[in-house]
Structure formats: C-alpha cells, structure tokens
C-alpha cells in the first residue's frame, strides 16, 4: 500500500450460491482510497456496487454469499482474513456504514436514542450511562438534528425520511470512523433535503479527516463530491479516474455513454437525450470476452473473444478496453 492510503481493495470476487449455481456478483475488483478523500462508485443498478461495499464490511447474506478470492487491506492488514470477533471491533468503529432505506435500516420498534445509544455501548463498553447519552445527543446535534434531546424519545415513524437519513449518518458517524462508505444515501429524498445531506457530510468528513467511499448512480453528485471516481458496469471495474479527468476526458464507451445521457443547459429544450441501446446482462448469462460488448458502439471481434484488462490511459487514469490496449 501506499503511505496515504488506507484500504486497498485487490481482485476482490464475490459470489453468491443460486439456483443456478454460484455466480459471481463482484469479479476482480481492485481500487485504493487514500486518506481523506472521496471516491465516487458508480453504475447502473446490479453492477456490484453495493456488494462491493458489503463484501468490505463483511456483511454478505450467510449462507449464500462469499468472498471466493482476493484482498482488502485496511491499514495494510487483510480484513478479510480476520476473526469476527476481530470484525466486529472494527465494523461501525473504524469502518462504518450508510446503508439505502433509512426505514427498513432503523429498527421501527425502538426509539432513536436507543439505536444509537447502542453503537456506544458495543465499542465503549466503559462508559457510564449519562456520558453516552450526552454523546448521543451529540451526534444528533452534528448532522443538523433540530431539538435533539426531544428526537432521541421519538421512534423511527415520527420523523420524515430526511431526518431519518440524518440519523443513520449520526450512527454511522458517532464512534468518528476512518472510512464512511455510504451506499446511495440521497436516494428518494427531495431535492433540498439531498443537497442538505451531501453538504452534511462533506463538512463532517473535512472536521474529522474522513475518507468516504460514495455509492450513487448520480453522475451530477459525483461531479459535486468526489475526489476520484470508479466506473463499475456488470460486476467489472471498467474505468478508474481522478473526478476532473474522468468528466473531461472519459475513455471507456460506458461512460461517454453515461456522460453523454446528462441533461445539459445548452441542450435544446425537447431534445432526446442520447441513450445507451441494450440492457445489462445478468450475472446468470454473462457473455465470453467484454461484458459491454452487446452495447459498445467501438465493439471490434477481440471484443467478443477474450475480457480486455484494465490499461493505463492517462495519470492516475485507467480504462478496461481494446481500444487502448494491445490484444
């Protein structure tokens, strides 16, 4: 690893065990996050980002999923190596998480305070009572929580979705964590309330030197957030890019064509935005060779033939395709 890193990811393959048997979610993945910085994950929905992120955390459903191979450092030691005992002591403490649905992620039977209380007795099992509800209250303050002391009574269903997304970053904050992944923490909120919650976050990963892995199909919130940016399509890492580079001079087809699909203010008013033709394939049928090549308009016959490796393509700036590889 590099001094400023502090979790490197290495051929990461992730499979689950289905009907069809067992099939790979996450094949090969590979990236670093350094120390206090952003990196943006994006993708259409079931590219694997979100199992990226439970694979790091060790959160997979049991029995079926499992890491078949490969590497995640955290602070130069393989985690996925360790214990659960060693896990645990890490998970929400060291590496915490937002997950997607605020109200299935809270418990609906117990009070707000009570769930974050929680976080503070499990890695702080020294602290008296008083002093980890004074923290609670705390927490609540940090991400903008009106009239704290009132909420931490109120359960799940009294407060809007805002407030509950607010909560979550408030547990998933609470123990100040080295790494906040937040996988689509805006999802389904209101224009304001998203720009609220990206502005929150930012602010609290700057006071407490945090590094955040930001998982979205939001190429605009990665535009406005992120220090470096990973393109994911079919389970793939297709493209890995400072965000300025990516924007300016994206390489690999998938994301021009993503780019592209953006709507822009020069655009003329009742323009058909550029689309990308096809659909994802399914994990079950993933074609032999490039897993976009039913899609690409570049698409040549080494394409169909055998899967292009990652190829450096400018600084810092690598792409998974022929077009800039030699086959």
Do not use: W
Not at 53 to 76: D, N, Q, T
Not at 264 to 293: D, N
Not at 300 to 314: D, F, K
């Amino acid at each position: 690893m590099n001094q400023g890193d502090i979790l490197r990811v290495d051929n990461l393959v992730t499979s689950f065990d289905t009907e069809f048997g067992r099939l790979r979610a996450v094949d090969q993945v590979s990236f670093t996050l350094g120390k206090g910085r952003t990196l943006g994950v994006v993708g259409e929905s079931g590219c694997g980002k979100s199992v990226t992120a439970l694979s790091i955390m060790r959160l997979l459903p049991k029995p079926s999923g499992v890491i078949e191979s490969g590497e995640i450092r955290f602070h130069g030691e393989d985690i996925t190596k360790i214990s659960n005992v060693e896990m645990r002591r890490i998970r929400g403490k060291k590496i915490s998480m937002i997950f997607q649905e605020p109200m299935t992620a809270l418990n609906p039977v117990h009070k707000i305070g009570k769930q974050i209380q929680e976080v503070f007795q499990l890695h702080f099992p020294e602290m008296g009572k008083q002093e980890t509800m004074q923290n609670v209250v705390r927490s609540l303050k940090d991400v903008g929580i009106p009239d704290p002391e009132k909420r931490i009574n109120e359960y799940p269903h009294q407060i809007s979705g805002g407030m509950r997304q607010r909560v979550m970053i408030a547990m998933a904050l609470a123990c100040r964590p080295d790494i906040l992944i937040a996988d689509e923490p805006t999802t389904a909120l209101d224009v304001t309330i998203q720009a609220q919650i990206l502005e929150l976050m930012d602010r609290l990963k700057k006071e407490i030197n945090m590094s955040v892995i930001f998982i979205t199909h939001d190429l605009g919130v990665i535009a406005d957030i992120c220090d470096d940016v990973l393109v994911m399509y079919a389970g793939n890492v297709v493209e890995t890019a400072p965000v300025f580079s990516l924007f300016e001079d994206p390489k690999h087809p998938y994301t021009q064509g993503l780019l592209s699909s953006i709507p822009r203010l020069e655009t003329p008013r009742k323009t058909r935005l550029p689309i990308i033709e096809g659909m994802v394939p399914s994990i079950q049928e993933l074609p032999q060779g490039c897993r976009f090549q039913n899609r690409c308009p570049d698409v040549m016959e080494i394409c169909r033939a055998q899967s292009p490796e990652m190829t450096v393509v400018g600084q810092d700036h690598s792409a998974r395709c022929y077009l800039y590889s030699n086959p």
